[in-house]
């Protein structure tokens, strides 16, 4: 069974960069769905970013296209969000997931479609 650990977070001012890795440990991400879903206190959970393993293929939330980069190494079994001109709106848990198929677009953005999910990391964007 795949884990994911996950790393990266903290705090960084308003224009600042972060980047969080999710590491697969017990197996890999091979023929995997892989993405990061963000949940402030009191809002729900909502989708950030996915990346399909096997073919490299992105998906974004609107509010972060431009901002944000998915990306993977496949010898490491890690996938990364790199995190570019942060806002405090950004401020949130970030969780690694993973979904063991290709999963289609219109199911990317349900949480409820990955199998495995991260501890999660916090990101603070505060002056």
């Known amino acids: 069974q795949v884990q994911l650990v996950e790393s990266g977070g903290g705090l960084v001012l308003p224009g600042g960069s972060l980047r969080l890795s999710c590491a697969a440990s017990?197996?890999?991400?091979?023929?995997?769905?892989t993405g990061w879903f963000r949940q402030s206190p009191g809002q729900e959970r909502e989708f950030v970013a996915a990346?399909?393993?096997?073919?490299?293929?992105?998906h974004y939330k609107n509010t972060v296209k431009g901002r944000f980069t998915i990306s993977r190494d496949r010898a490491k079994n890690t996938v990364y969000l790199q995190m570019d001109r942060l806002m405090p709106e950004d401020t949130a848990v970030y969780h690694c997931?993973?979904?063991?198929?290709?999963?289609?677009?219109?199911?990317?953005?349900?949480?409820?479609?990955?199998?495995?999910w991260g501890q999660g990391t916090q990101v603070t964007v505060s002056s």
């Open positions: 997931v993973a979904a063991n198929s290709r999963l289609i677009v219109s199911r990317l953005m349900d949480g409820d479609n990955y199998d495995y």
């Open positions: 017990g197996g890999t991400f091979n023929g995997y769905t």
């Open positions: 990346l399909r393993w096997t073919e490299g293929s992105t």
